[in-house]
């Protein structure tokens, strides 16, 4: 059975700093490109950073770019996204997603809420 399970959220003051953790199992991991999306209320779900399975190459979106890091163990089958600076337009739930080809895995989501 195929499972992604993020965890890591929470509630956090802006300017703080959180790291998510994301474990897969029951799919070859290290074969898998990860990525991290988010959902905000009333909004689409966006692609926040990748980790791409061929050359290690890590993707940002322009808005956390400098702020978050998106790094994988490909040992014990986990991806971090570690987001500093936080601020209140990062208040969402945050997906972690495995892709191979025409494979797509999703886990359930951690909420993140960036409040004063």
């Known amino acids: 059975q195929v499972k992604l399970v993020e965890s890591g959220g929470g509630l956090v003051q802006p300017g703080g700093s959180l790291r998510l953790s994301c474990e897969g199992s029951g799919f070859t991991f290290s074969r898998f490109t990860m990525r991290w999306f988010r959902q905000a209320p009333g909004k689409e779900r966006s692609l926040v950073a990748s980790m791409l399975l061929i050359n290690g190459r890590r993707e940002y979106a322009g808005s956390v770019k400098g702020r978050f890091t998106i790094s994988r163990d490909n040992v014990n089958n986990i991806v971090y996204l570690q987001m500093n600076n936080l601020n209140l337009d990062d208040t969402a739930v945050y997906y972690c997603?495995?892709?191979?080809?025409?494979?797509?895995?999703w886990g359930q989501g951690t909420q993140v809420t960036v409040s004063s």
């Open positions: 997603n495995a892709v191979y080809g025409s494979l797509a895995y």
